[in-house]
């Protein structure tokens, strides 16, 4: 995996102040929360950090963990027509016509290069964890909620190491603290 990447990887994330991107047993309950609503003190946004709305426009192919994919499975209606939409998972099955099945990192590699793949949205803990421990990940927005859950999937790893660069941040008026970050390399 050390040629040239024609693809971007990109991770956007919800956190509770303690670092846990999921509550016990995948919760993503505190993510809907809205804790101080109307006490917030809003930054400048002169360099914001990117939000959902512009974010996921820019993205054409998603990259799903299993539990994730499991996850928004019960959200009702399939958030993600009309997108390219990859599920990384050993034991799956085949069987949703929605998604393509990769059974590894080197797979999902593959797999991205063959669709030409450009903006990949990389989502859930472990696959973002793996692609930033291999050098796949190139961009990283975490949006803070001022909350605190006291466990859950922690956002990085233990042991995990990573430098950043900071590449756009902003308070907004519901609280939740943005970072948009750019991932160094060595």
């Not at 034991?91 to 991205?112: I, M, P, Y």
């Not at 975490?142 to 956002?155: A, E």
Request: overall charge negative; aromatic content about 10%; proline content about 5%.
């Amino acid at each position: 995996m050390s040629q040239q990447r024609l693809w971007r990887g990109r991770a956007f994330l919800g956190a509770s102040l303690d670092g846990y991107i999921a509550g016990p047993g995948g919760d993503l309950a505190f993510l809907e929360s809205a804790p101080g609503k109307g006490r917030h003190t809003p930054t400048s946004d002169s360099v914001p950090a990117l939000v959902w709305e512009t974010f996921f426009p820019q993205i054409d192919t998603l990259l799903l963990g299993r539990a994730t994919y499991e996850k928004v499975l019960t959200f009702g209606d399939w958030p993600f027509p009309g997108l390219r939409v990859f599920v990384l998972s050993t034991t799956l099955s085949d069987s949703d016509a929605r998604v393509s099945v990769v059974r590894s990192v080197e797979d999902a590699v593959v797999a991205l290069e063959r669709v030409e793949a450009r903006e990949v949205y990389v989502d859930g803990g472990k696959t973002v964890q793996e692609f930033l421990a291999r050098g796949l990940l190139d961009e990283l927005t975490v949006s803070t909620l001022p909350v605190v859950i006291g466990g859950g999937t922690r956002l990085f790893a233990p042991g995990a190491r990573a430098e950043f660069a900071v590449r756009g941040a902003h308070v907004g008026e519901d609280g939740l603290v943005r970072v948009t970050y750019e991932v160094l390399r060595p």
